[in-house]
């Protein structure tokens, strides 16, 4: 089954403590993207990949890390989390850019 | 950056009635996207219209595009409580959404 996971589903954490969010996509994609939902501000792109090695910013990267060592993953880092870093997160990749984009079930992240 | 802008920013209406929601964006485009997401999952595709289309059907969704007011809307008729969620606009390849629209169908 095509599909985009994510991992962990739900995390509660503690300011300062690195985490790894992880996304994995079966369907050979090359675009992968990380997107935070914030109430009332719809969803917001942090980072993008065209390609394997090639990754960029999006409109809200501030406090976050990716790589793309393997096109099928595209894990999120935060390596000092931050309460205003509480949010949902999901993970998409598509064929290409402005192709139709599948999306991970989401992450929901708790900074405390 | 390039995002749709959805409006209005919630719908109600009742089982059986039509749901109009728009999306208007402010540059060329080479195709627009809509999604539907259920509360707190990901977002679902549901229709591509590329900027040389006017009109694309998919089952009870119809979409238009007006390349020359920069606009979009997506129509679900007879619309059924399932039908409930919110909808965004993703236009050209930019791959960034607005705050949607909330469609609640009550029965």
């Known amino acids: 089954e095509a599909q985009v996971t994510q991992n962990p589903r739900y995390l509660i954490t503690v300011t300062g403590k690195k985490l790894t969010v992880t996304c994995s996509q079966n369907m050979n994609h090359e675009y992968m993207s990380w997107y935070r939902q914030d109430p009332g501000l719809g969803l917001r792109q942090i980072y993008y990949s065209m390609n394997v090695e090639v990754t960029d910013k999006g409109d809200v990267p501030e406090g976050y890390k990716v790589s793309r060592k393997e096109k099928r993953n595209f894990p999120l880092i935060l390596e000092s989390p931050s309460p205003n870093q509480t949010s949902l997160y999901f993970c998409?990749?598509?064929?290409?850019?402005?192709?139709?984009?599948?999306f991970g079930p989401g992450t929901r992240l708790t900074v405390t | 950056s390039q995002q749709g802008e959805e409006d209005p920013q919630a719908l109600s209406i009742q089982e059986g009635e039509n749901a109009t929601m728009n999306c208007s964006y402010k540059t060329s485009i080479n195709n627009l996207q809509w999604y539907r997401q259920n509360s707190g999952r990901g977002l679902v595709h549901l229709i591509l219209i590329r900027s040389n289309e006017r009109e694309k059907h998919r089952g009870r969704l119809r979409v238009t595009l007006d390349t020359s007011k920069k606009s979009s809307s997506l129509l679900i008729t007879a619309s059924r409580a399932a039908d409930t969620a919110s909808y965004f606009c993703a236009p050209y390849n930019d791959m960034r959404f607005g705050a949607g629209t909330r469609l609640t169908v009550k029965p």
């Open positions: 998409a990749s598509s064929p290409g850019r402005g192709y139709e984009q599948y």
